[in-house]
């Protein structure tokens, strides 16, 4: 992963600053160097321009065009760097149980909050999010994410 946009000391004024709290999960995170992105980057260019294919030795890039499922993606090879946001779980149908089982706490959940997860877990339970912060108050954010009314 990526985490240079999370590390910056300078944010845009259309980022709210997060902790990376993947951690707490199964999943074992490898971060990439910056250095090392940058380098193999320039290498992939040239060796583009020379007409060989680099994506065995450095990566290609994929950028998200947009919020909607992209099928095309299942038909890249080679190694890639990903950037985007893949909400769909149609990228993600295939890999079901190995994600619930990467996504769940390393340490066991304690007292209320596992009672809680039990009556949720069993019972017809519904999760509504609302996030309004930045998606109201950050003109840039609001115009690309969509803001509803509080009606």
Sequence with gaps: MDLSFLNKKNYSVNFTKRSFELLAFKVNI???NLFFLRFF???????LKFGFNSTY???NKYYE??????PSLAFLKGN?????YFQSEKYFINYRSDLLNLLSFKIP???ENSRFSNFICQNNSVSNHVRRG???SIKEVSEFHGV???S
């Excluded at 065009?65 to 992209?70: K, T």
């Design 30 to 32: 490898k971060t990439i």
């Design 41 to 47: 980057s320039i290498l992939s260019s040239i060796f």
């Design 57 to 59: 030795f450095f990566f």
């Design 65 to 70: 065009r947009n919020l909607s499922f992209d």
């Design 80 to 84: 890639l760097y990903l950037n985007g």
């Design 109 to 111: 959940l304690e007292d």
């Design 134 to 136: 930045d998606y109201v």
């Design 148 to 150: 509803l009314p509080l």
